[in-house]
């Protein structure tokens, strides 16, 4: 069942990425980086369709991932790469039927943010939408360069490349919509997986710990300590919980005791027994 989810947000995902290209991208003419700029720089110099293209580069992607990457790398990206010129091709009469705007900023953070959407739900996924992805990896795991300074030299070149025929403001509505698609993608990626570390130091550790663990259903980690005014040795209360439930774990640790020191931090992600594994799992 988790494979077909998977699936589905994969192609959810690249539905999104090609109405994106098609309802807001090519009618604004918009400049982009990554597959979707490139595929716009040769098309103005070729004049083929934007979905042949698309397909013709994300083929050639395709083969130099599996030969550098291998082959489990390759099935990851092996749907993308064939789905999405097919989108794209079925969805470009929408260019034509459907208007959204004519203002190219908000164009262009709409598009950033579709854009950044479908993005976020194929990498979420485990996959990748092929195309330009594909020469950024190899380029991390042969030559060990950084993902992101790869990502963003290409762009940045993908970007130069077409202003042989888009003027500077169109550059700089391009950066708009890069940095948009970056900012959806972490986003989109991170939701559900963040959470709050709360840190708590009491003279009734022992009566907060059995609350937590018993009453709200969540664990809790004992860190001895010593404090910094009169050196005592004691304890603290470590404990993670999700978002929504952090005013009820404040309002039942000042029930307990109304002096309690209590610090909060908002963390990423959180992986292990209770989270990302089944908390009843034996150890």
């Not at 989108?87 to 208007?99: A, E, Q, Y």
């Not at 380029?139 to 992101?148: H, T, W």
């Not at 980690?221 to 470590?238: C, S």
């Not at 992986?271 to 990302?276: M, T």
Request: aromatic letters at 6%; proline letters at 2%.
């Amino acid at each position: 069942m988790k494979q077909y989810i998977l699936i589905v947000k994969i192609i959810l995902g690249n539905i999104f990425i090609a109405l994106t290209v098609n309802l807001l991208i090519i009618p604004n003419s918009l400049v982009s980086g990554g597959s979707t700029g490139l595929v716009l720089t040769l098309q103005y110099f070729t004049h083929l369709d934007f979905s042949l293209l698309t397909a013709l580069i994300n083929i050639g992607a395709f083969g130099f991932g599996f030969i550098f990457l291998g082959k489990t790398f390759a099935l990851t990206t092996l749907l993308s790469t064939f789905i999405y010129p097919i989108i794209v091709h079925i969805t470009t009469p929408l260019t034509s039927l459907v208007h959204m705007t004519n203002e190219p900023l908000l164009a262009a953070i709409c598009a950033g943010v579709l854009m950044g959407l479908g993005l976020g739900l194929v990498i979420g996924a485990g996959a990748s939408t092929g195309g330009m992805d594909i020469p950024v990896i190899i380029a991390n795991r042969k030559l060990g360069i950084s993902v992101s300074v790869a990502m963003y030299v290409m762009d940045t070149c993908i970007l130069m490349s077409q202003m042989l025929f888009s003027d500077v403001s169109s550059l700089a509505y391009g950066i708009v919509l890069i940095a948009t698609t970056t900012f959806t993608i972490n986003q989109v990626i991170m939701v559900g997986k963040s959470e709050c570390q709360v840190l708590i130091i009491s003279n009734e550790v022992e009566k907060i710990r059995q609350t937590i663990i018993e009453d709200l259903d969540h664990g809790a980690t004992l860190i001895k300590i010593e404090t910094g005014y009169q050196r005592n040795d004691t304890k603290a209360v470590l404990c993670i919980i999700p978002n929504r439930e952090l005013h009820i774990l404040q309002k039942t640790i000042l029930e307990i005791d109304p002096l309690a020191f209590m610090t909060i931090s908002k963390i990423q992600e959180v992986r292990g027994r209770g989270f990302s594994l089944d908390k009843h799992l034996n150890a």
